[in-house]
């Protein structure tokens, strides 16, 4: 029989703290699934000057952490979903995305939304492969 899977909470201050009742991201069964990310500088908590294409690369230097705290990392995402406050804004978060996923890019889904937490401009989620670790 197979053990029960185990969920594993992770954290790092290289991120901004969770702004709610939510882990940055929860691991199980060799998958990552990440809260949303926004913007945040994580020394400020504030959200980074210089408009949206300065927002989502900050967003994926976020997520970026977070993953490795989970033992996985962009290059190991499977799916992602981007949240944007104004679609007009696609081609340029969509530049920056494509500097952080310059082959094999995870599937993803976009989404118009009419407003972000902080009034930030977009929300990246990520779900990933976890790499396992001795004793996994």
């Given at each position: 029989m197979t053990p029960p899977q185990q969920k594993l909470v992770a954290h790092t201050d290289k991120a901004p703290k969770a702004i709610g009742?939510?882990?940055?991201?929860?691991?199980?069964?060799?998958?990552?699934?990440?809260?949303?990310?926004?913007?945040?500088?994580?020394s400020t908590t504030e959200l980074v000057e210089g408009g949206i294409q300065a927002e989502t690369r900050q967003v994926l230097t976020n997520l970026s952490h977070?993953?490795?705290?989970?033992?996985?990392?962009?290059?190991?995402?499977?799916?992602?979903?981007?949240?944007?406050?104004?679609?007009?804004?696609?081609g340029p978060m969509n530049s920056v995305y494509a500097e952080f996923f310059p082959s094999e890019p995870p599937?993803?889904?976009?989404?118009?939304?009419?407003?972000?937490?902080?009034?930030?401009?977009?929300?990246?989620?990520v779900i990933a492969v976890r790499q396992p670790v001795r004793g996994d």
């Open positions: 009742p939510y882990s940055q991201a929860v691991s199980s069964g060799g998958f990552v699934y990440t809260a949303g990310q926004i913007g945040l500088d994580p977070v993953l490795h705290a989970c033992g996985s990392s962009l290059s190991l995402a499977l799916k992602t979903t981007v949240y944007l406050s104004d679609m007009q804004e696609f599937a993803r889904s976009t989404v118009g939304v009419s407003s972000l937490p902080k009034g930030a401009r977009v929300e990246i989620e």
